[in-house]
């Protein structure tokens, strides 16, 4: 893409109409004034800019040809035709190419808010494609030019969404970091809707490390921040599913059931997402009381609504429903369900519940005394964490095929993964 002076630009439009610039001679205008500003020994100002342009457009119409061009646009330098082609693009859902070519453009002429903008961007689609390594690097090219110009409120937005990159590979510490700087930036630029997403998004975070009053801190803070808001509904249901999630790991089930079914009980325009979302945690809570039947009915509510509306969320209902067939003793039946809902989770890399289904697996095939099944379970486990920094998800894995090659009398495989386990403490 090419980026003329004034003169140049006036020139090259001037051509392609097939003008001269006698075109251009009036009581206020010569010729050779004209052509002056043509080869830019003379400025350009708004006055001659607006007589310019409305000659242009004129003769444009005359010849049938749409022009949209204005004083302002002739007045522009290179820095800003460049600034202003890359930021219409940035607005018109670009693909990678595009933005590829707008980083490009911010590079050459220098447009450091462009090139956050265009990183951003590209770390929103790749998001969007469940690519959160990708993303992550996209980000912080993002916030790294943020960080140099100062463009704070940009910073803000960015600091979460990396929060959220590394809350999806499993790396819950690295993404309160994020979530917090997040926050932090938020408040001090009064941008409250980063603010209000970052709390929540480190009450989530705060919930997978075991922490929960500090989860339940953030709800609250959270809650009191949505007051007033036309999302109000939406967003108090999903807090207090998160806080029922607070009191089953604390052990109060039935405060937790209570808390979910006055929710679908009080409010009639729940969105479909989150209808099912409540059920299938339902479905989980009566499933910890023994209460199979009533665990099913509601799992089989969640499955139903997520075919229809929430297909990348569905991994979580299929696996959870299939723990009531384990406790039934129906392993083949809950084989299956686990299966497919693996695959549903690598389809959308939802690393949290394709763990999940590998762990129940190998409690099932444990069960089943299957263990060539078992070490090619674990393997696939150790496979997932290893390509993250969760340490205490290494930990685990380490420690559970150390235990595994033990009962098999294979300590050499034993001996490794023992190894593996030291190593990954002392990186703690």
Not at 161 to 172: A, I, T, V, W
Request: negative net charge; contains cysteine.
């Amino acid at each position: 893409m090419e980026f003329l002076p004034q003169g140049k630009r006036i020139k090259k439009i001037r051509k392609q109409l097939r003008m001269k610039q006698d075109d251009f001679q009036d009581e206020n205008m010569t010729r050779g004034y004209f052509g002056m500003i043509e080869v830019g020994t003379r400025r350009l100002n708004k006055k001659t800019a607006k007589f310019i342009s409305e000659k242009l457009k004129a003769r444009a119409e005359e010849i049938g040809i749409a022009l949209n061009i204005d004083e302002n646009y002739l007045l522009m330098s290179e820095e800003d035709e460049a600034r202003s082609f890359c930021e219409d693009k940035l607005k018109s859902n670009p693909t990678e190419e595009e933005i590829k070519e707008v980083i490009f453009i911010s590079e050459n002429y220098s447009l450091k808010k462009v090139k956050a903008e265009a990183y951003r961007t590209l770390g929103d689609i790749r998001y969007k494609e469940f690519k959160f390594g990708e993303a992550f690097i996209n980000y912080s090219e993002s916030a790294d030019v943020c960080k140099e110009i100062n463009e704070a409120s940009l910073q803000c937005y960015v600091n979460n969404r990396l929060g959220m990159c590394k809350y999806n590979e499993l790396d819950y510490e690295e993404a309160l970091l994020y979530y917090n700087r997040a926050r932090q930036s938020a408040a001090a630029c009064k941008d409250s809707e980063v603010e209000m997403n970052s709390i929540f998004n480190m009450a989530l975070s705060y919930k997978r490390l075991e922490m929960f009053d500090e989860a339940m801190k953030n709800i609250d803070s959270y809650l009191s921040m949505i007051n007033g808001r036309e999302d109000y509904n939406e967003k108090y249901v999903l807090a207090n599913i998160l806080k029922s999630n607070c009191f089953e790991f604390k052990g109060l089930i039935d405060e937790a059931i209570d808390i979910l079914e006055t929710l679908v009980e009080n409010f009639e325009d729940i969105i479909k997402k989150d209808e099912a979302f409540i059920y299938s945690n339902i479905g989980l809570l009566y499933l910890q009381k023994d209460e199979l039947d009533e665990s099913l009915k509601a799992f089989s509510k969640s499955e139903t609504i997520r075919m229809e509306n929430d297909e990348c969320n569905l991994s979580h209902t299929i696996i959870d429903k299939s723990r009531v067939y384990i406790k039934k003793e129906l392993y083949t039946e809950a084989i299956i369900l686990t299966k497919l809902g693996i695959d549903l989770a690598t389809r959308y890399n939802d690393n949290n519940y394709l763990l999940k289904g590998y762990y129940q697996l190998t409690e099932i095939y444990e069960k089943l005394g299957k263990n060539e099944d078992i070490e090619e379970v674990y393997c696939k486990i150790a496979n997932i964490v290893e390509k993250g920094n969760n340490f205490y998800e290494k930990l685990k894995v380490y420690l559970s095929l150390t235990e595994y090659y033990i009962k098999q009398n294979n300590m050499e495989e034993a001996l490794k993964y023992l190894q593996k386990s030291k190593k990954n403490n002392k990186c703690c």
